[in-house]
């Protein structure tokens, strides 16, 4: 099973898609689209579609501070920083890419992560630098895992954002309930300004050509461990570099 992201960013606005197909079900497809702005990743929309069924669509409506979602009746508050499932992984590399000594072992960074009805808040915690195979060879990455959410919750979700890969992430780990793992590994090199990539992420890989960055600016503290976790900062993350699938991703 093969799946890709897909990132590209200006430094303004981004894109994201993912796409994984899932056997006698049809491809799952995610899109994230919006802005960078002061907090980092900002999404406008956000679109679900898991195989045969009709898309869900969560809309980021910063006018009346509400996400409206196709699926539901019921809308979601829509504070400063607030991601959804896919752009969380972003804003986390771009806030990696403007402090990265503050992300140590036992620190956690709380996000409110809205899905296709809902939103809920998401402990992402620091495990520390590991070592990680990827299809382009060993690459150094930081460890980070989201926490359960509420009690009973044994959904997980594990992530290796690199700093020589531009703290894209070299790997990623979806755990289910049943013990069923969804696995997402670095492929391919990270190029100068302007020349295209050949790497891809594929149900191992995400790669990409660097874009210019927003300005570094003050980075979203993270959470000590046993403290509320900070208020966004006023100042915007650096925006992570742009990313392309492989034009012929490797197999698994």
């Known amino acids: 099973m093969i799946g890709t ?3 590209r960013t200006d430094g303004r606005t981004y894109d994201l898609s993912v796409s994984m197909p899932v056997p006698f079900v049809g491809p799952f497809t995610y899109r994230s689209e919006g802005r960078i702005d002061a907090f980092g990743v900002a999404p406008d929309r956000y679109v679900e579609k898991r195989g ?9 409506n910063r006018e009346i501070h509400q996400v409206v979602f196709t699926r539901t009746p019921n809308n979601a508050p829509l504070p400063d920083g607030v991601q959804d499932r896919f752009s969380m992984l972003m804003q986390l590399s771009g806030l990696l890419r403007g402090n990265p000594s503050a992300y140590k072992p036992g620190v956690t960074q709380q996000f409110f992560v809205i899905d ?3 939103g809920e808040t998401w402990p992402i915690t620091v495990i520390g630098d590991e070592d990680v195979q990827t299809q382009a060879g060993i690459v150094r990455a930081r460890h980070f895992m989201r926490l359960p959410r509420r009690d009973g919750d044994t959904r997980r979700i594990d992530m290796w954002l690199a700093p020589s890969l531009g703290w894209l992430p070299a790997r990623l780990v979806q ?14 090199t990270l190029a100068p ?25 003050p980075a979203a503290q993270p959470a000590q461990p046993g403290a509320q976790p900070a208020p966004p900062a ?12 492989a034009s012929s991703p490797a197999g698994p």
């Not at 300004?193 to 600016?217: E, I, K, L, Q, Y």
């Not at 006023?234 to 699938?245: N, V, W, Y």
């Open 175 to 188: 755990t289910e309930p049943n013990g069923a793992q969804i696995e997402l590994l670095w492929h391919g």
């Open 234 to 245: 006023a100042g915007q993350p650096p925006a992570p570099p742009a990313a392309t699938p």
């Open 52 to 60: 045969r069924r009709p898309e869900d669509i969560a809309i980021f």
């Open 193 to 217: 300004p302007g020349v295209p990539s050949g790497g891809g992420v594929d149900s191992d890989a995400t790669s990409g050509s660097a874009s210019a960055p927003a300005p570094a600016t």
């Open 5 to 7: 992201i897909h990132w």
């Open 116 to 118: 296709n009805n809902s």
